[in-house]
């Protein structure tokens, strides 16, 4: 063992020897498993793995730029199996050590006595210049089972092969399940890890919209790769777009507001008075008191409505081809409306179960709530079974289904919005089925509800002082919902996709609110006990 317990293999004369025999059998078995579970991207952390197997095995470039582009056949305990994508090249000790990002390094590797690293190919330049290269020429690459074959997309043709941005290029660490190389600030490639057979839906819905709509506030479509083997569905293994220069995302930007809403108030001493606050986030008509406007920020709420704007623009952009039936809007039936609640009730049984059998380790304050919403749960349900009192007059779209603050970049001066793969644990076909774009909608505003109470335990605030601001956490929640919501509805007021009726509108979001609260439930039950205040306050609201 060397650094950080990596283990190390000797190798008689090159470096892919650890493809071939015992040494293959002792990479797969010691070596893969312990790089595998230390990488972000891979998503079943929790599972045991019973064993890895390469399937297929891709050469990419020639001579000293070959990198090895596996498919990993990972089967754990229970018969359960995912594909994923590890490109592995090799790097001498000779080279400058200061360029290779440890979290790459797969294992050592002794060469004919040569010392060396065997690496993730993403932390290589020449691959990465080399994946933008084939998507550049279409080339086709072939494998023991199938071929790579890749397609540039109409922005990619605003550069020759002489000017590809590939001189400069870093991996992105903000992204969980893929991983993302940013080419020059002009190119952004996201490299998907997990492989599933059949259409990626952010592939899908980027180049649907870069191809077929107007709607511009989604990144370029720039290529694809994917992998075709006979009598199987399509591998898409990544994804090429053009690069938004951004200042963050909408998340970071309303957690920045809101902190500066709260200083204002401590700052000004303001007294918390009733300001005639809207009494739910329906009241959308509602003015803004002038001091609840100084202290929000009027740029905010301007940005507030162009969220609210983009969002409906995107639904439109999304339900506006009739003959393509990967996207032509269906109508709602009453069968939809079942599932979808038979869904959100399963969901509920299940997380409120798992707070039964967590309430004694919750914090003291937190148990009154608790306790309060476990004995209300059949008025929790009451809101699901009111999607069944009749059928919903409107249609179903495809969505961005995994939407939230974090999902949007935020340019300075307008937003663009990102990321349409859905919930990666999920398989690719329920992750492209056509919902109401309600459900994007409930998402957004628990995305704005988490940001007031992440504005509140961030900062070095008393107890004394987030007791006293936590009735300005629902104003502020309350009015700008308002907004978002209002200058939503007034973009898509005429669309197939909203019930013709308010208090339908009102009926599907209530229950994707309770839904998507239930599921923050669990998820920070799980995760981040801390932060089970934030859904059990959404759920309390729904008791009352």
């Known amino acids: 063992m060397t650094d950080n317990n990596i283990p190390s293999l000797k190798l008689n004369k090159y470096w892919e ?49 070959i990198t090895h582009l596996l498919f990993l056949l990972i089967k754990y305990s229970g018969k359960i199996r995912e594909m994923y994508m590890l490109p592995v090249t090799f790097s001498s000790l000779k080279e400058n050590m200061d360029k290779i990002n440890p ?17 993730d190919g993403v932390y290589d330049e020449k691959f990465k210049k080399n994946l933008l290269l084939m998507i550049k020429t279409r080339c086709k690459i072939r494998g023991k089972d199938g071929v790579i074959i890749n397609y540039p997309g109409e922005f990619l043709r ?30 952004l490639f996201k490299l998907f890890r997990k492989l599933d057979g059949g259409m990626n839906p952010d592939l899908e819905i980027v180049k649907f919209i870069s191809e077929n709509t107007n709607f511009s506030n989604v990144p370029p479509f720039a290529g694809y790769i994917e992998y075709k083997k006979k009598n199987s569905k399509q591998v898409i ?34 007294k918390f008075e009733n300001f005639n606050i809207p009494q739910s986030i329906f009241a959308t008509e509602q003015k803004i008191p002038g001091v609840i406007q100084k202290l929000i920020g009027q740029n905010y709420i301007n940005m507030t409505k162009i969220l609210g704007k983009r969002t409906g623009e995107l639904h439109l952009a999304l339900s506006s081809n009739k003959k393509d039936k990967n996207f032509s809007p269906e109508p709602i039936t009453y069968s ?45 349900e009451e809101y699901y079974e009111n999607l069944l009192k009749k059928k919903i007059s409107a249609t179903k779209i495809r969505i961005h289904d995994d939407y939230h603050l974090g999902q949007v970049l935020y340019t300075g001066k307008d937003f663009v919005i990102i990321d ?42 008393s107890e004394k002082e987030i007791a006293m601001l936590e009735p300005w956490a629902e104003v502020w929640y309350l009015y ?8 939503y509805f007034k973009i898509v007021k005429n669309a197939s996709f909203i019930p013709h009726k308010k208090e339908d509108i009102e009926t ?17 039950l799980n995760n981040r006990p801390d932060w089970v205040v934030i859904p059990l306050k959404a759920l309390l609201y729904f008791t009352k």
Not at 28 to 42: D, H, Q, S
Not at 508 to 524: P, S
């Open 420 to 461: 349409f793969e859905g919930e990666p644990a999920r398989p690719l076909k329920e992750r492209r089925l056509k919902k109401s774009p309600i459900k994007d909608i409930a998402g957004m505003l628990r995305s704005f509800h988490y940001a007031t109470y992440n504005a509140l335990f961030v900062q070095s605030l």
């Open 336 to 380: 939809y409306q079942k599932t979808v609640v038979s869904s959100m009730k399963s969901q509920t049984c299940r997380v409120f179960g798992f707070l039964k059998g967590h309430f004694d380790n919750l914090k003291d304050n937190l148990k009154k709530d608790a306790n309060e919403i476990l004995k209300n749960e059949s008025k929790i």
């Open 103 to 119: 979290r790459g390094i797969i294992t050592y590797l002794i060469v004919n006595k040569q010392k060396g690293i065997l690496l």
């Open 17 to 65: 020897e650890i493809f071939q025999g015992e040494t293959k059998d002792l990479f797969e078995k010691k070596i893969l498993p312990v790089y595998i579970k230390r990488c972000r991207w891979f998503g079943s952390k929790a599972r045991k793995i019973e064993n890895i197997k390469i399937t297929e095995n891709i050469i990419i470039g020639e001579k000293e730029s």
């Open 158 to 187: 605003k550069f020759s092969l002489k000017n590809l941005p590939i001189k400069n290029s870093k991996v992105l660490t903000a992204e969980q399940s893929n991983t993302s190389i940013l080419y020059d600030k002009h190119l």
């Open 508 to 524: 599907m979001l209530n229950a994707f609110l309770i839904e998507k609260a239930v599921y923050e439930l669990g998820y920070e």
């Open 480 to 487: 700008m919902t308002g907004v978002f919501l209002k200058e």
């Open 237 to 270: 293994m990544g994804m090429l777009q053009g690069f938004i220069p951004n200042r963050g995302d909408a998340w970071e930007y309303t957690v920045d507001s809101i902190k500066k809403y709260y200083e204002k108030i401590l700052k000004n001493k303001v």
